[in-house]
């Protein structure tokens, strides 16, 4: 396994335990403020499948001896550094309203702004986590956990997302009398 690799990798969970910090924080901001959460019985399996990328990215490199091919290795790396890139744009973007579990604070309007106006990317934090979720492993021709992540990812994102949905649903409904709305806040 190439050193850098290794390297990107690490980064890469630096980088997410950078997102758990601004969580926490936000977290307490939103619940503070009558936060509503939702969705805690699939947050688990979530941390454990993000977990698993890294680990998986690591572990078939070093156990199956996968090669680093120029090819396919350069373009995934600048898929991952475009995956980051919108990641950070979300988190920017939603400010307090950002959280890696589904927090809805009743009364805050719908964000609608960054990449988030783009109507034909309803929820581009997930296409960053899906893109980022094939690329990485595939800098380094990991393809067994290209495929496992992005198998499981599609199922735990249709989970998610109807949970998330659902309950801005429920809180647009309330808040204002009319029916569901539509958009996210993740």
Known sequence: MSPWYALLV??????????????RRNARWSLARGGVVAGRGHYPWMVALHTGLLIG??????????????ALG??????????QGLR???IT??????NTEVIVVPGLPLVTRGPY??????????????????ALPLVHTAWLT??????????????RIRCEESVMDELSAASTGSGPRGGTQQ
Do not use: D, I, K
Not at 10 to 23: D, K
Not at 93 to 98: E, F
Not at 117 to 134: D, M, T
């Open 88 to 90: 950070w744009w979300c």
């Open 93 to 98: 973007t939603l400010g307090r309203q950002w």
């Open 146 to 159: 290209a495929v496992v992540f992005t198998v499981l990812n599609a199922v735990l994102m249709v989970t």
């Open 74 to 83: 350069w373009p995934m790396v600048v898929l991952v550094l475009a995956a």
């Open 10 to 23: 690490v980064l890469v969970a630096v980088e997410r335990l950078a997102e758990l910090v601004v969580a």
């Open 117 to 134: 106006s783009l109507p034909w990317l309803r929820h581009p934090n997930y296409v960053a986590v899906a893109v980022e979720g094939a």
């Open 57 to 70: 990215c690591l572990l078939e490199v070093w156990l199956a001896g996968r090669p680093f091919v120029p």
